[in-house]
């Protein structure tokens, strides 16, 4: 009977440790544990190890604080100008309160989705295919300030909402390829002719400077051969007032001058003229020299 009385009480001790290590919680990093009474609302454990009453206490809800993404599903739009399209989105979102996150919406995440669903309806709507394609930013602010206002009570804090695709019916979208190819075709239109016009322009300039060049160069030559005549002429007239000069101070007797006469004449004579006049007074300076000359013959 000892021996059985002392089991029971090794069993007793063992289960009671074993209930309170049951009971015993840690609560990781960024999370939080909503616990319950009987049932109710307790409190809200954040991180760190936390004792729950056995039997009466419970964890009724486990969130994550750390910010989550969610990629919801194409929706279908219609734009203003009744242009329909499919649309997804993507959510960042925090929760900042634990119990308003768990006993403020019945299943939060397909809260959040239709109301997405809803929100952008409600915005594309007001806008035609063009200002859709093009506002992204718009929308996605928009989006994002509505939806916040909207989760407060859920206890969700909305960060960032993100268009991911835009899609448009596919003969849209075929127009828009034909309308992004004529423009491609005309900005290149547009560049080959500036090209060519570039083109023109620079030989053109090319062709002036080059008959410029060779205006200036036509003009230095006749300057050149210009100045070369001037400086031969004067070189000329300078050696004729030379020798007139040297001829002046040598102060030759009139004999001479008439000798001298006479052998330009004679010089004259050796070449091809046929007739030369000579002038009476060089006649008999030139009888005497041919007498003189019949002397030193003999």
Do not use: C
Not at 53 to 66: D, F, G, H, M, Q
């Amino acid at each position: 009977m000892e021996i059985i009385g002392i089991l029971v009480i090794v069993a007793a001790v063992l289960f009671i440790i074993g209930l309170l290590a049951a009971n015993i919680v840690i609560v990781p990093q960024a999370s939080a544990f909503i616990v319950e009474r009987l049932g109710a609302y307790q409190a809200t454990w954040e991180t760190g190890l936390h004792f729950k009453i056995p039997l009466i206490e419970k964890v009724a809800n486990r969130v994550t604080l750390k910010e989550r993404v969610s990629d919801f599903p194409p929706q279908p739009v219609i734009t203003e100008d009744n242009v329909t399209m499919q649309i997804d989105t993507v959510i960042y979102f925090q929760v900042t309160d634990p119990k308003l996150f768990t006993y403020g919406v019945v299943h939060p995440m397909a809260a959040i989705e239709n109301l997405t669903a809803t929100t952008l309806r409600n915005i594309i709507g007001d806008l035609e295919l063009d200002q859709t394609l093009t506002s992204r930013d718009i929308i996605n602010t928009k989006m994002r300030t509505i939806l916040d206002e909207a989760t407060d009570p859920w206890g969700i804090k909305i960060n960032r909402v993100e268009l991911k695709n835009i899609i448009p019916p596919r003969e849209i979208q075929d127009a828009m390829e034909r309308q992004m190819k004529a423009e491609r075709e005309r900005r290149e239109a547009i560049l080959r002719a500036e090209g060519e016009k570039k083109s023109a322009i620079l030989i053109a300039e090319g062709e002036k400077e080059s008959m410029i060049l060779r205006a200036e160069a036509k003009q230095q030559a006749q300057i050149k051969e210009a100045e070369g005549q001037a400086e031969a002429l004067l070189t000329v007239q300078t050696a004729l007032a030379n020798s007139i000069k040297l001829l002046n101070e040598a102060a030759p007797s009139d004999p001479v001058v008439r000798l001298k006469a006479l052998e330009a004449f004679t010089a004259a004579a050796n070449g091809q003229a046929t007739k030369i006049i000579i002038p009476s007074e060089i006649q008999g300076l030139a009888g005497l020299a041919g007498s003189v000359g019949e002397i030193l013959k003999n």
